[in-house]
């Protein structure tokens, strides 16, 4: 007797996955990442500046354009600024202005300029760009200004704050030490993009710290957060701490290096004569 092979099984159903299971990448909000490809730099004897890549992708589920920009703010420290007066004829330094809470260093990037990205306002609240960066002037007071944006600062300094400010940025800028690269920003690939931060000899050690904002239409979206170290090392980071731990016996120990080397150099050119 012959039986009747069963019928084969049906092929498997696919597996779909759970759509808690997917990549944010592709069913995610709005979105910016980024990443720096070193977050330290050694200052020694032989630094000659150095230049970082930062480089991140943009999830955009939508089909509207973004734009990318870059902050990167280095410590802040006080600045001391005099000017030349004449005063009957004689050229003479005016009152010291320090400010305080100037950034050291301050680099903006973006993929075109910021004023094309977002309106006057928007910059001003986000504090980006060299216009809107925030400079603490002294005896300082807080108001709001005729755009609504909170955080204006009107100074002792009266309607002379302004030119101060400028003389900050434009001594920062000669220093290379404020830069602004409004086609600093470049897409390599759909959603990849790369920018670069150049410090200079003179940068100021500390913590930096990487603001990678996402505009669309005009509006903030999103915000990465970087944080880049800018240290001494070697004998330089030793003569650097002992000099800040101890600062008399650093100063004491100047004056008489200073003094042994001139009385060599007095003794060696008075047997050549």
């Known amino acids: 007797m012959i039986q009747a092979l069963p019928p084969p099984d049906p092929a498997p ?16 909000a709005l979105r910016v990442a980024a ?29 509207d354009p973004t734009d990318v920009v870059v902050v990167v703010r280095g410590p802040d420290a006080p600045i ?11 050229w003479l330094n005016s009152r010291p202005v ?26 001003r609240r986000l504090g980006v760009g060299v216009d809107h960066l925030r400079i603490d002037a002294p005896q300082e007071s807080r ?3 005729r755009y609504g944006v909170r955080d204006v600062v009107v100074s002792r300094l009266g309607d002379d704050y302004l ?3 400028r003389a900050v940025i434009r001594l920062k800028e000669a220093a290379a030490l404020y830069d602004t690269d409004s086609q600093g920003v470049e897409f390599v690939d759909k959603g990849l993009f ?7 000899t003179v940068a100021p050690t500390g913590k930096y710290y990487t603001e990678v904002w996402l505009f669309q ?50 003794r060696i050119f008075s047997r050549r004569g």
């Open 194 to 200: 790369r920018a670069e931060v150049k410090l200079p």
């Open 163 to 165: 030119d101060w400010r």
């Open 35 to 63: 990443a720096l490809t070193d977050a330290q730099v050694h200052v020694d004897s032989g630094f000659r500046g150095a230049s970082i890549v930062l480089y991140g992708a943009v999830f955009n589920p939508t089909p």
């Open 143 to 145: 108001t709001v200004s």
């Open 217 to 266: 239409d005009g509006e903030p979206q999103s915000v990465s957060n970087l944080t880049l170290t800018v240290e001494k090392v070697g004998l330089e980071r030793d003569i650097y701490e002992f000099a800040h731990r101890r600062p008399w016996l650093y100063g004491v120990l100047c004056v008489v290096l200073a003094a042994l080397t001139g009385y060599g150099a007095s």
């Open 80 to 90: 001391r600024l005099v000017k030349k007066t004449r005063t009957s004829g004689v």
């Open 98 to 123: 320090v400010f305080e809470g100037a950034p050291g260093f301050y680099m903006t990037a973006s993929t075109r300029p910021l004023s094309d990205i977002a309106d006057f306002g928007q910059l």
């Open 13 to 28: 159903a696919a597996v779909v996955a759970p759509a808690s299971d997917r990549s944010e990448a592709t069913t995610g």
